[in-house]
């Protein structure tokens, strides 16, 4: 299939890359053709050009559907940062921001509108809707539209209810993981006219996954961590063992920090950028770390804690080696996890009667009428609500996030939103307003030379880097934009810092929560806990190929690398494996050595190789990404 140019053009224009990664441009030719299709490429596996280019191809503006604000906002952030207009609405924002938002999607020269799938059925983007020049609808984590997909969310349902409306504009629906049900489900619930599944195979051949069972998982982490070096994660379950296990590797003298969602936006961003940048070397996360993060030269994924599911866990694991070059996943499992997994799994599930409660007690929180609240916002502080209706914190959070996974609320984490303004007046009007008010008229020049586009729509602004420019103090500033607020001038958004919770439906008197779909999402979450188990348990099956088959694929062959091949070469192999290490041992005490200088002349260079994965895993060698050395 010969090359569009356009698009071509279009990746080394904004990428600056000279060729395509395996499958994106078939994915875009199908797109270009009008038809829609699913993608399947693993984390790292290039998902986001394969809409973005052929919408840039084509006029119009390429509708975006992702469920995470974060996740949303990198992508906007990335297009902004190469010249590309894109624009996002979430629940943070106040109504009129929408407004706008809305209208420069209509209107504007913009490429990208980002929103989540709660936001598809309002009054305010239907009615909008009718205006865009859609060019392509584009849906990121597409497994969230299946009900035995691992995250399944019911606002992605509303989804298909486009297809009427956009007539032929083509759907790209993309994900990292889907197991072969979960494919089919989701070109059926998007109303595919025609199968059309472009994938590439979720094999990774320099990566080795390991299981390592273990009475003492602090201890093991470490041989792993010595063993592999180099830029690692570790991935655990709640954010109290994220800060713990920093600390414990901190005392170890490593440098480590720790991340999850609960941290402010600014936090997030700095912890995040020392290492990529290589300053912290180990990355200690909830499942809230990774998304929209390339780092080629992960060199070890580790997971201190049972996955929830094998979807995320692939995921996870997946952010190793993506430099192509030799990388470890490595789950601990003590012989506590598996029972802890379950009963944290059932804890997942409040009585329905307590979910319903909560409910009820939200709409009493915020004093929301009945048939109100659609498409309203609230700053949510969870422990003032549990202390006034005196709920158990942890189950009203989980009772919560059921409520949101039947399409009633939508709860955003703490989702730190920088201070915005808008310039509300027409610019005849404006300029009538400097002239009549002249005490204004400095402060509103350098807010404008400051910052661009506030005519235009919402513009983040930060008051300390105001007060600056204009040699005076932050509070001067704040006191000064809520005085021009008050005058009409502006419209002045500060700094957000607590969770949001928005109102999809409007609020009823009695929640209806079938029983029946109740107990079945239960069943299929207990069936993805126990695939996980099965995967950690397994003794004689090749983790690759185990994780290949569920996700639909066979490979003939074992990938020799994890501990299950490794278990089964020392005890099949009929060359001296002490006798080879011990070789291999004396040539390391030389100094360091890459694998070429450790293979050459050797008979036995399969055996070798698979030596030096078992050596540096169980911290006998270290691994640098290209040297090998004696730990």
């Not at 509108?113 to 936001?119: A, D, G, K, N, T």
């Not at 996870?316 to 192509?324: K, S, V, W, Y």
């Given at each position: 299939?010969?090359?569009?140019?356009?698009i071509?053009d279009?990746?080394?224009t904004?990428?600056?890359?000279?060729?395509?990664?395996?499958?994106?441009?078939?994915?875009?030719?199908?797109?270009?053709?009008?038809?829609d299709?699913?993608?399947?490429?693993?984390t790292?596996g290039?998902?986001?050009?394969?809409?973005?280019?052929?919408?840039?191809a084509?006029?119009?503006?390429?509708?975006?559907i992702?469920?995470?604000?974060a996740?949303m906002?990198?992508?906007?952030?990335n297009?902004?940062?190469?010249g590309i207009?894109?624009l996002?609405?979430?629940s943070?924002m106040?109504k009129?921001?929408?407004?706008?938002t809305?209208?420069n999607?209509?209107?504007?020269?913009?490429?990208f509108?980002?929103?989540?799938?709660?936001?598809l059925?309002?009054?305010?983007?239907q009615?909008r809707?009718?205006?865009?020049?859609?060019n392509?609808?584009?849906?990121?984590e597409?497994h969230?539209?299946s009900?035995?997909g691992?995250d399944f969310?019911?606002?992605?349902?509303?989804i298909a209810?486009?297809?009427?409306?956009?007539n032929?504009v083509?759907?790209?629906?993309?994900?990292?993981?889907?197991t072969p049900?979960v494919?089919?489900d989701?070109?059926?619930?998007l109303l595919?006219?025609?199968?059309?599944?472009?994938?590439?195979s979720f094999?990774?051949?320099?990566?080795?996954?390991?299981?390592r069972?273990?009475?003492?998982?602090?201890?093991?982490?470490?041989k792993?961590?010595?063993?592999?070096?180099?830029?690692?994660?570790?991935?655990?379950?709640?954010r109290?063992?994220?800060?713990?296990?920093t600390?414990?590797?901190?005392?170890h003298?490593?440098?480590?920090?720790y991340?999850?969602?609960?941290?402010?936006?600014?936090?997030?961003?700095?912890k995040?950028?020392?290492?990529v940048?290589n300053?912290?070397?180990?990355?200690v996360?909830?499942?809230?770390?990774?998304?929209g993060i390339?780092?080629?030269?992960?060199r070890?994924?580790?997971?201190?804690?049972?996955?929830?599911?094998?979807?995320?866990?692939?995921q996870?694991?997946?952010?190793?080696?993506?430099?192509?070059r030799k990388?470890?996943?490595v789950l601990?499992?003590?012989p506590?996890?598996?029972?802890d997994l379950?009963?944290?799994t059932?804890?997942?599930?409040?009585?329905?009667e307590?979910?319903?409660?909560?409910?009820l007690?939200?709409?009493?929180y915020?004093?929301i009428?009945?048939?109100?609240?659609?498409?309203q916002?609230?700053?949510f502080?969870?422990?003032?609500f549990?202390?006034?209706?005196?709920l158990?914190?942890?189950?009203?959070y989980?009772?919560?996030h059921?409520?949101?996974k039947?399409g009633?609320i939508?709860?955003?984490?703490?989702?730190?939103?920088?201070s915005?303004?808008?310039i509300?007046l027409?610019?005849q009007?404006?300029?009538?307003?400097?002239?009549?008010?002249?005490?204004?008229?400095?402060f509103l020049?350098?807010?404008?030379?400051?910052?661009?586009?506030?005519?235009?729509?919402y513009?983040s602004?930060?008051?300390s880097?105001?007060a600056?420019n204009?040699?005076s103090?932050?509070?001067?500033?704040?006191?000064?934009l809520?005085?021009l607020q008050k005058?009409?001038?502006?419209?002045y958004?500060?700094?957000g810092?607590l969770?949001k919770i928005t109102?999809?439906?409007?609020?009823?008197?009695h929640?209806h929560?079938s029983?029946?779909?109740?107990?079945?999402?239960?069943?299929?979450?207990?069936?993805?806990?126990?695939s996980v188990?099965q995967?950690?348990?397994?003794?004689?099956?090749?983790?690759?190929?185990a994780?290949?088959?569920?996700f639909g694929?066979?490979?003939?062959?074992?990938c020799g690398?994890c501990?299950?091949?490794l278990?089964?070469?020392k005890?099949?192999?009929?060359?001296?494996?002490?006798?080879?290490e011990?070789?291999?041992?004396k040539k390391?005490?030389?100094?360091?050595?890459?694998?070429?200088?450790?293979?050459?002349?050797?008979?036995?260079?399969k055996?070798?190789v698979?030596?030096?994965?078992?050596?540096?895993?169980?911290?006998k060698l270290?691994?640098?990404?290209?040297?090998?050395?004696?730990?």
């Open positions: 299939m010969s090359a569009n140019p356009s071509q279009i990746l080394k904004y990428w600056g890359f000279d060729q395509f990664r395996p499958k994106q441009e078939e994915i875009i030719l199908s797109i270009l053709d009008e038809k299709t699913l993608a399947l490429l693993p790292g290039g998902k986001s050009i394969c809409f973005q280019i052929p919408s840039l084509k006029d119009g503006i390429c509708l975006v992702s469920p995470l604000i996740l906002q990198d992508q906007v952030q297009l902004k940062v190469k207009k894109a996002m609405i979430h943070a106040s009129r921001e929408i407004d706008i809305l209208d999607a209509a209107y504007g020269d913009y490429k509108l980002y929103v989540s799938p709660e936001r059925e309002t009054e305010l983007f009615a809707l009718k205006k865009m020049a859609i392509l609808v584009a849906i990121d597409a969230c539209i009900q035995w691992y969310r019911p606002a992605y349902l509303n209810a486009l297809k009427e409306k956009l032929s083509p759907f790209i629906a993309l994900t990292a993981t889907a049900t494919v089919q989701i070109q059926e619930k595919f006219t025609k199968h059309n599944v472009i994938q590439k094999l990774r051949k320099n990566l080795a996954y390991i299981v069972k273990t009475e003492n998982t602090t201890a093991t982490m470490f792993v961590i010595d063993g592999v070096g180099g830029s690692g994660i570790v991935y655990t379950a709640t109290k063992r994220t800060k713990e296990i600390n414990t590797l901190l005392q003298g490593l440098k480590a920090d991340y999850h969602a609960g941290l402010s936006s600014d936090e997030r961003q700095r995040q950028q020392d290492w940048s300053k912290t070397q180990i990355i996360s909830t499942n809230a770390f990774g998304m390339d780092k080629p030269d992960v070890f994924v580790i997971h201190a804690d049972l996955p929830s599911s094998l979807e995320a866990y692939f996870e694991a997946g952010r190793a080696g993506r430099d192509e990388a470890f996943a601990l499992l003590s506590s996890m598996t029972g379950k009963q944290k059932e804890l997942e599930f409040p009585e329905i307590f979910i319903k409660k909560c409910y007690s939200l709409s009493n915020f004093q009428p009945i048939h109100g609240g659609l498409d916002s609230y700053d502080d969870i422990r003032d549990c202390n006034k209706y005196k158990n914190i942890s189950s009203t989980r009772a919560l059921f409520i949101e039947e009633l939508s709860l955003s984490e703490n989702f730190s939103t920088p915005k303004v808008n509300i027409t610019k009007d404006f300029y009538k307003f400097q002239v009549s008010h002249k005490t204004y008229d400095f020049k350098t807010l404008l030379r400051t910052y661009g586009g506030l005519m235009e729509g513009v602004i930060n008051e880097e105001l600056g204009l040699k103090n932050k509070n001067k500033v704040i006191e000064t809520h005085r005058l009409e001038v502006i419209d958004i500060p700094k810092l969770p109102y999809t439906k409007q609020r009823v008197d929640v929560i029983k029946v779909h109740y107990e079945e999402r239960k069943k299929i979450t207990f069936e993805q806990v126990n188990i995967y950690a348990e397994n003794e004689s099956i090749c983790r690759s190929n994780l290949l088959k569920y694929e066979k490979i003939n062959s074992s690398a501990d299950v091949c278990s089964k070469k005890a099949n192999d009929s060359v001296d494996s002490k006798f080879l011990i070789s291999l041992i390391m005490k030389e100094g360091p050595k890459k694998v070429d200088e450790l293979l050459h002349g050797s008979k036995h260079q055996e070798l698979q030596l030096l994965d078992f050596l540096t895993e169980s911290g270290k691994f640098d990404g290209l040297f090998y050395s004696l730990n």
